[in-house]
């Protein structure tokens, strides 16, 4: 069963900068598309971002383009996301999520109902 571990989140203001991580464990193989999404209190998940296992496709939310990058570290199962320039709006419990299906090309999922395994969550709070 695959499992995968949210950390890295806190408290920031706004401005600043975050880098939180997903270690996934439990697979055999890495060549899975791997997403990030976001829940604020009250509101729906949101898609963040996405990345090809090999890193050759990326996918953000505008709201994010230019602030966040995402990368993978296929040697050590990890995702991470780099979050700078950060906005009160910002403020969600990030997850981090799997897709065991099949994409071609550089396709990737943005809907949540794609995404096969999640991991719990790590909060993150931007102060004004």
């Known amino acids: 069963q695959v499992q995968l571990v949210e950390s890295g989140g806190g408290l920031v203001q706004a401005g600043g900068s975050l880098r939180i991580s997903c270690v996934a464990s439990g697979r055999t193989f890495s060549a899975y598309p791997m997403a990030w999404f976001r829940q604020a209190p009250g509101k729906e998940r949101e898609f963040v971002t996405a990345?090809?296992?090999?890193?050759?496709?990326?996918y953000y939310v505008d709201s994010v383009k230019g602030r966040f990058t995402v990368s993978k570290d296929n040697a050590l199962n990890t995702m991470y996301l780099q979050m700078n320039s950060l906005k009160p709006e910002d403020t969600a419990v990030y997850y981090c999520?799997?897709?065991?299906?099949?994409?071609?090309?550089?396709?990737?999922?943005?809907?949540?109902?794609?995404?096969?395994?999640w991991g719990q969550g790590t909060q993150v709070t931007v102060s004004s």
């Open positions: 999520a799997e897709s065991h299906r099949y994409y071609s090309g550089s396709h990737l999922p943005l809907d949540p109902n794609e995404y096969d395994f």
């Open positions: 990345i090809k296992w090999n890193g050759t496709s990326i």
